[in-house]
């Protein structure tokens, strides 16, 4: 039998497909790396910027919160070193459990000359709101009209210029005249101190409106009342509320003073008496609570003020 000769083609190999395949797996990788990368690169900066606003936040609330928390933290060590060194001054701890026990029952009522701390702080805010309330419904009215009439501002001018600076205790006298009784004498000083910045603050704004609104006014040939509520009102609005905010801390400050001498309830009569059982401790609190309270109408005047800023633009 022939051998015949036979030329058998060799099969091919795979290794030729594995060097490609290997090739496609490490371009793969490397568009992986490379996308990794890319997103590496556009998350740190991020991260850094989070970061950034997380210190700047930190930090503005450091500066914002530290400096009050330092002062307070320094009045009280004061108020305990000049405690430890004089007898009659109670220790901020002293007053810390006298205040718990004030505050336990605020509104309790054992008859006309034992209440609570909390109906004496309402009733004095109820005679400022009566006497700065008719403050307001006088001063601001002439104050528009001191401010659009230039005779009457010289008429009236010298009278306020005389009363403004007597002190509001001197009033006092005048309204236990008038009215025979302390309740309404102490409205009637808490009046007579809050009406003058309102008057003042209110003229003020009137002859500061600038004169092209008038010019305006005039061609239109507006009336008085379309003047008055469509241009000098939001023009003057942000100097009544400046009048508004010293009148209410003025009145809040004379009315602890009145209440001491007229008696009764209210917060300065609480003071006097509990100066008069010699509780210093309970006199330290209402001075913190006259404080704050003042504090709180004063923010609250001031985001009304705020409210209605855009009137100075």
């Known amino acids: 039998m022939t051998t015949a000769s036979m030329s058998i083609s060799p099969v091919p190999d795979a290794s030729p497909e594995k060097p490609a395949a290997a090739g496609r797996e490490k371009a793969a990788e490397s568009v992986i790396a ?21 210190r700047e936040g930190f930090s503005v609330f450091v500066r914002a919160v530290l400096p009050p928390l330092i002062g307070i933290a320094l009045l009280i060590g004061i108020w305990a070193i000049v405690a430890m060194k004089t007898t009659g001054i109670p220790s901020p701890y002293k007053t810390w459990q006298a205040a718990v026990v004030i505050f336990s029952d ?15 702080i309402l009733s004095s805010l109820k005679r400022v709101a009566i006497g700065f309330g008719f403050a ?19 008429m009236i001018d010298p009278i306020i210029s005389l009363l403004r600076p007597v002190s ?28 003058w910045p309102m008057i003042i603050n209110t ?11 008038m010019n305006v006014a005039r ?11 469509k241009i000098l009102f939001p023009a003057v609005l942000p100097y009544m509320l400046t009048g508004i905010r010293l009148s209410i801390g003025t009145a809040w ?14 917060i300065g009569f609480w003071v006097w008496d509990e100066w008069n059982n010699l509780k210093v401790e309970h006199i330290i609190i209402a001075i913190f609570v006259i404080g704050i309270v003042g504090l709180l ?14 009137a100075s633009s």
């Open 297 to 310: 109408l004063e923010l609250f005047l001031l985001q009304i003020a705020k409210r209605f800023s855009y």
């Open 219 to 229: 061609v239109l040939n507006l009336s008085e009342m379309k003047i008055l509520t």
């Open 106 to 120: 605020p509104f309790y009522s054992n008859g006309p000359n034992d209440q609570g701390i909390g109906w004496n």
């Open 34 to 54: 490379t996308v990794a990368a890319n997103d590496a690169s556009v998350a740190a900066p991020a991260k850094v910027a989070g970061r950034g606003k997380f």
């Open 136 to 154: 307001a419904a006088v001063g601001i009215p002439l104050g528009f009209a001191l401010g659009r009439s230039k005779f009457l501002n010289s």
């Open 253 to 266: 400050l004379v009315i602890v003073a009145a209440e001491m001498l007229t008696g009764g309830v209210g």
């Open 168 to 195: 509001p205790l001197a009033w006092l006298p005048i309204g236990l005249l008038v009215f025979k009784r302390a309740d309404p004498a102490a409205t009637w000083t808490i009046f007579i101190c809050s009406i």
């Open 203 to 213: 003229a003020v704004g009137v002859q500061r409106v600038p004169q092209d609104y």
